[in-house]
């Protein structure tokens, strides 16, 4: 073998927790980079690509089974270049890759495994491969043996399919279409709701007869579609998904915070990886829900999941980590359930143990290998029924009980933690804390958001040149940053501005949106890439049009640009967001659940902001309280001096020669607090009384002018 050739396992030399997993492993795992694509071509051997991330179940099962094997090591090492790929790492490759296995084989996930050509093109791609043949799947070392006999054999056939397929992928995930004549309108929302009504699971919550994933983006169009039509079925069915998550085994009753997906349909047993942009997401939907219902399980469940956040994935400069594994002591979901003989162990009085038992359905059978994942099964008044007491009693053994266990559970040991400090992840999660001190009347979640955005922008933003990247770990920084980091950093930091009134975030938000206009946007092709401009090259340059785990970054992207176009009106922002949404149109108005976050864009520039400008030195507090409370979808929050003259000192942080119009002219009225309540360029009368302003939004102030 050359010198030059990947001749050893390089893995110990990335920071990617889930790469150092695998860098004992006999497989000469490289990186992707210009090294190990080097040795591809120059040995001329197909490349094996692994994609995963750390807290991937299946991923841990293809190690032990096929990547700790000698004999299967010593096939990926002689006849391939093998590369692992951290998924949360390099999003854009899982995105080409995980596309052509989709379309393809009908289905994706991790591990992601598809080989390549040493140019990068694929010729052959799966998900999980088991050691040995089973259930119709062939074996992986078989499979390796098959794919190097037709390397050397059949050559010009699998060059063949990987251009068909190279073709196939650059179709799919770069060109773009000619845009509309008219962005979708208004009645985009309406079909978006429609259709996520005819699809709802009515007897157990969410979406589908198998498996349930968070569809965060669909609760949040039937709430906003309600808001407009009054249809109360959309409410319900946005509660009843709501409920789903909150009640099921998706959330961690003990110790707060969500499980990636469940993996039945009634929400039982989940999948028990905790990802960071799942408790964003997912709490973001549930304030929400708190504003419209009332219901004060949402507001606790959104308080635990902050405090989880900030016990277990928070950096100790303020950042915060990526995920939780799924497993602790090579078992899934060990850490999180519970017998009955447990229980009692860890909870002195008898009663409460029976109690926390019935509450969460504990049993000496279980739903999960002899042991209970909980769920809210029981409600406090069918306990109080069964036990004769007051509700208040139930509650106070429900605490209780919860509390010895968080305290028996510390002593298990923990799932391993991956410590990636992901821009975009932190963006989603700070827009939630922002949220949270607005709904819940919180400072303290705008501090723990504030010092998020402080770490991003010391650690990861390049602020000479207006450029962000994407991962830092331990000290070190590295991955141009993707639209997605741009878009939910951005929009984090927006947020952020509206709950503490601080400008500084507000100039943030609006230097994020000058370089994704200058870096992401391409006028000729209509679109947003998730890639950067003069970025690496890779087979395809890939958009983000669907919602998937993540929101689209492009929806995320267009939403965020139309709201700063309040304060830069003359700078192209609303431009660009159009523009998206023209070129896009047809595949939004086609399948706008897919397309979540267009379609809430497309309404938002449809039906306009919900401008709400507070001339006064401080938002009053009551005032602050009113609207935290009130759900005002597409609403956007800002303070300003009470005078024209003390506009000077914003203006200079904001870079502006002069007052934008959402600040212009709309000065404090008889040196009191005054509120502006404005949309779509219509704007109710000045007033002193917040419920006015309110009140006018209600009314359908300015709605279709």
């Known amino acids: 073998m050359s010198d030059t050739a990947a001749d050893r396992n390089r893995l110990d030399e990335e920071e990617s927790p889930y790469l150092r997993q695998h ?32 807290a991937c179940h299946w991923c841990h099962v293809m190690e032990e089974e096929s990547f700790e094997d000698e004999g299967i090591a010593r096939t990926l090492n002689e006849h391939f270049v093998p590369i692992k790929v951290d998924r949360e790492e390099r999003p854009d490759l899982d995105s080409i890759y995980q596309t052509i296995c989709q379309m393809t084989s009908g289905q994706g996930g991790w591990p992601l495994s598809v080989w390549l050509t040493p140019e990068g093109k694929p010729f052959f791609v799966g998900t999980y491969f088991p050691k040995e043949p089973r259930r119709g799947m062939p074996g992986f070392g078989d499979l390796l043996e098959r794919i190097r006999d037709s390397w050397e054999n059949d050559r010009e056939e699998l060059e063949g399919r990987a251009e068909k397929w190279t073709d196939a992928v650059r179709g799919e995930l770069e060109e773009t279409p000619e845009p509309a004549d008219e962005t979708p309108g208004g009645d985009t929302l309406e079909t978006a709701a429609k259709a996520a009504l005819r699809g709802a699971d009515r007897e157990h919550g969410g979406w ?13 169009i039937l709430l906003r579609a309600c808001e407009h039509s009054g249809r109360e079925e959309y409410r319900d069915v946005a509660r009843e998904a709501i409920d789903a998550m909150v009640d099921g085994g998706l959330y961690d009753h003990v110790g707060g915070g969500f499980h990636r997906y469940c993996t039945d349909r009634d929400w039982t047993v989940p999948h028990f990886e905790k990802m960071l ?28 999941t902050f405090a989880f956040v900030e016990r277990e994935l928070t950096h100790p400069d303020g950042g915060f980590f990526s995920t939780l594994d799924a497993q602790s002591e090579g078992e899934e979901g060990k850490f999180y359930v519970w017998t009955p003989a447990e229980v009692r162990d860890a909870v002195e009085d008898e009663l409460t143990a029976d109690i926390v038992c019935d509450r969460f359905g504990i049993t000496e059978a279980g739903n999960f290998e002899g042991k209970t994942v909980l769920t809210a099964g029981a409600s406090v008044t069918d306990l109080a029924d069964a036990y004769d007491l007051p509700e208040v009693d139930i509650e106070d053994h429900i605490d209780r009980g919860k509390e010895a ?15 990636k400090v992901l821009a975009g992840w932190n963006g989603l999660l700070i827009s939630a804390f922002a949220e949270g001190a607005l709904v819940l009347g919180d400072d303290d979640l705008s501090e723990t958001g504030r010092a998020a955005l402080d770490f991003c922008r010391d650690q990861l933003w390049d602020a000479d040149e207006k450029r962000l990247s994407r991962r830092y770990k331990d000290g070190e920084v590295k991955i141009d940053g993707y639209l997605e980091d741009y878009a939910f950093l951005g929009r984090g930091a927006l947020d952020l501005y509206q709950a503490t009134g601080d400008v500084d975030h507000l100039a943030f938000a609006l230097d994020v949106a000058r370089a994704i206009e200058e870096a992401f946007w391409d006028d000729e092709a209509g679109t947003l890439y998730f890639t950067p401009e003069g970025g690496e090259e890779l087979v395809a340059r890939p958009q983000e049009l669907n919602d998937q785990s993540t929101p689209s970054s492009a929806g995320v992207a267009a939403e965020l640009l139309l709201e700063l176009d309040h304060f830069l009106p003359r700078s192209g922002f609303a431009d660009v967001a159009e523009g998206v949404l023209r070129t896009h ?47 005002l979808p597409g609403r956007l929050l800002t303070v300003r001096p009470p005078t024209e003259d003390g506009l000077d000192d914003w203006l200079d942080t904001l870079g502006l020669d002069e007052a934008p119009p959402i600040w212009a002219d709309r000065e404090a009225r008889d040196g009191e607090p005054t509120v502006y309540a404005c949309r779509n360029f219509a704007c109710s009368p000045p007033t002193h009384d917040i419920d006015d302003a309110l009140d006018w939004f209600a009314d359908g102030g300015a709605a279709g002018e």
């Open 23 to 54: 860098a004992d492993n006999p497989v000469n795992w490289q990186p992707w980079d210009e090294r190990a694509l080097d040795a591809a071509a120059e040995r001329d051997v197909p490349i094996f690509l692994s994609v995963g991330y750390s």
């Open 208 to 220: 589908g007869r198998g498996q349930k994933f968070p569809q965060t983006g669909r609760v949040h």
């Open 277 to 304: 942009y799942d408790n964003a997401e997912i709490t973001r939907a549930v304030l929400a829900g708190y504003q419209l219902f009332g219901t004060e399980r949402y507001a606790d469940v959104a308080h635990e």
């Open 405 to 419: 266990l968080f305290e028996a559970r510390s002593d298990r040991v923990r799932p391993g933690r991956d410590e």
């Open 585 to 631: 149109g047809s595949a939004i108005e086609g399948n706008p659940l897919q397309h979540a976050s267009l379609a809430l864009a497309a309404e938002g520039f449809a039906s306009g902001q919900t401008e709400l400008t507070v001339a006064a030195d401080t938002l009053p507090a009551d005032w602050r309280a009113r609207i935290g409370e009130t759900y």
